[in-house]
């Protein structure tokens, strides 16, 4: 599972801010509860497409 690094630590190597960290949940418990790491949040899927001016012209042109 996929954690977003919240304050620098150190474990298999030095994370910073910002980082993401790939960690068996159970190992990183009391790093998620002590604020250090959170879950990463997914991307976003960007569903919504451009509304066209024209229905002749091509999505995106």
Do not use: C, I, T, W
């Amino acid at each position: 599972m996929k954690f977003a690094v919240n304050r620098q630590h150190q474990g298999d190597k030095f994370y910073m801010p910002g980082d993401e960290r790939e960690a068996d949940p159970a190992d990183v418990a009391h790093l998620v509860r002590s604020g250090v790491l959170s879950k990463a949040e997914p991307a976003p899927k960007n569903k919504a497409e451009v509304p066209l001016a024209n229905k002749s012209q091509k999505a995106g042109a």
